[in-house]
């Protein structure tokens, strides 16, 4: 069935429609908010309030039909609820959750455990200090596998922009994670 | 679509091995999965959405079933009522007192007559020594002495 027929049965009361709806593109907009913000707690709150937002009005989506699908239109509505809140809290990024999930690995503990979670904080450390609408473009890029013309939509900016965003951000990354490369090449 | 955006991206650098260095490290971050804690709160939040909406739906649209001789009675106490009222109504009007005329405000033309003002203020001088006068008065009162027993009489006046 497809996500236009879901979200018009789940708009008029259809429950089972809507937990097919929400079990589609939960994980994308979950994941997408956690690398964005990196804070478990508040990517919780965006997923949920993205999905209640679009059954609550539908119109929206239906009015960017044309240009949108429902995958990009939440990751659109993921990226301003983000967005808001990182103006709010001026980039301030909470770890817990991190913190937490690297505890895990580690207790589960052999060496190559223990250094793939060093890596992985790392490259997230590096993702998280990238400027947003950089972040957002490698995120979507490299995690979401989204085509720069979908970038470009959820992000509202042309593919030129997003192009650009996405090289400065690799090149960013490239520099801060050099030590990191196997062949031991430096930048 | 994602491959030749890749492509279109990477044509200089994706051969080099920094570029496949990157990509296996950027995939070495793995993002946690959401609790299921998100799933039961955003069902919740659908059911009561609904719920909410429902009970809105049934104050404005709901109906009711009522018998007959139930509704009759209903449709008579509330006729009669209505005629009770209405007589009321009417009671009152007759016995209120008349309405206070509006009071009507008419414009009056009134001539209006300008006058000259004088200010200018003309002091006399008493002359000195002069019958009436204040200083003649006060130097004939200076030596008067009362006396010590007045008779009076009385005359029949004409």
Request: aromatic content about 8%.
């Amino acid at each position: 069935m497809t996500d236009e027929k879901l979200l018009e049965d789940a708009a008029a009361g259809d429950e089972t429609a809507f937990v097919s709806l929400y079990e589609r593109h939960r994980d994308l907009v979950f994941r997408f908010t956690y690398r964005l913000l990196q804070s478990q707690e508040t990517a919780e709150e965006i997923t949920h309030d993205c999905f209640l937002s679009l059954i609550k009005d539908p119109r929206r989506f239906k009015a960017d039909r044309g240009k949108a699908s429902l995958r990009t239109y939440l990751c659109a509505a993921a990226r301003n609820l983000a967005f808001k809140r990182l103006r709010r809290t001026c980039a301030e990024t909470a770890f817990d959750g991190f913190s937490e999930h690297l505890v895990s690995a580690a207790s589960q503990a052999p060496l190559r455990l223990l250094l793939d979670a060093e890596v992985s904080e790392t490259v997230r450390k590096a993702v998280g200090e990238l400027p947003p609408l950089q972040r957002e473009a490698l995120i979507l890029f490299e995690y979401e596998e989204m085509s720069l013309a979908e970038i470009a939509e959820v992000a509202g900016a042309d593919v030129g922009t997003v192009k650009s965003r996405l090289h400065r951000a690799r090149e960013r990354l490239r520099v801060v994670l050099a030590p990191y490369f196997k062949s031991g090449c430096r930048v | 679509m994602k491959k030749d955006d890749h492509q279109n991206l990477d044509n200089q650098r994706l051969d080099l091995p920094e570029d496949r260095e990157l990509n296996r490290l950027l995939a070495g971050w793995q993002a946690p999965e959401s609790s299921g804690d998100l799933d039961e709160r955003a069902i919740a939040s659908y059911r009561g959405y609904f719920n909410w909406r429902r009970l809105w739906r049934r104050w404005l649209a709901g109906s009711i079933r009522i018998p007959v001789p139930l509704a009759a009675a209903a449709v008579l106490l509330l006729c009669a009522t209505s005629f009770l009222a209405a007589r009321k109504t009417t009671r009152i009007s007759i016995e209120s007192p008349p309405a206070v005329p509006p009071t009507k405000y008419v414009q009056v033309p009134v001539p209006v007559t300008r006058e000259k003002i004088v200010t200018r203020v003309i002091r006399l001088k008493a002359e000195q020594g002069s019958p009436g006068s204040v200083n003649s008065a006060r130097s004939d009162l200076a030596n008067f002495r009362p006396v010590g027993e007045i008779n009076i009489l009385v005359h029949q006046g004409e």
